[in-house]
């Protein structure tokens, strides 16, 4: 109930593309989905968050398109960049729990020249 | 954004010996913190919640006598891991919510890579 399943655990992308990468989540009390960019050695950064009431919300070059009825919410990097290289977690928690997250196991990401 | 900070971020001890790890709120008073465990390509895994004031809340199988928390101030927790032994080597980092307990937003700190010799 508690797990939040993400896909692919690693994913090459040449330098323009668009980086795709999704998470699937079971319990439905979840209603706070955070992205986290986590470089070497480093602690995560948030990168971006989305709630279930709304289906997708740009930043930048990061979107998150949010299914609630499929509860799948994925991350869309478009332009990739080398710099963006970095292994990404999905999260999610819920309120009332003082923000404690639920990670995905995390993709590495590697955009190439 | 607000800034959480680890200290040290890297430490070598012995097999046996204690470490001390503190986590700061650098610019946020933050009456809940967490600590994770993250093993090489692996998720960060939730070690326990960081609770001001009164005890820290484990998650299932983490040993509450070999790694204490305590949540000296609205600033600071720290955590200790008692006898180590070279399988507790790994990337140790906390976060905190901003604006309070009830935040959804969370800030990382740094990691605190530790090697047990």
Redesign the interface.
Known sequence: QQQVKQSPQSLIVQKGGISIINCAYENTAFD?F?W?QQFP??????LI?IRPDVSEKKEGRFTISFNKSAKQFSLHIMDSQPGDSATY?CAA?M?GT????T????T?LQVTL | GAVVSQHPSWVICKSGTSVKIECRSLDFQATTMFWYRQFPKQSLMLMATSNEGSKATYEQGVEKDKFLINHASLTLSTLTVTSAHPEDSSFYICSAPSGGGWSETQYFGPGTRLLVL
């Not at chain 1, 050695?41 to 948030?46: D, E």
């Not at chain 1, 003082?98 to 997250?101: E, V």
């Not at chain 1, 990670?103 to 995390?106: A, D, E, L, V």
């Open positions: 706070y955070p986290y050695g480093k602690g995560p950064a948030l968050a977690f928690s309120t003082a923000s404690k997250l990670f995905g196991t995390g590495r």
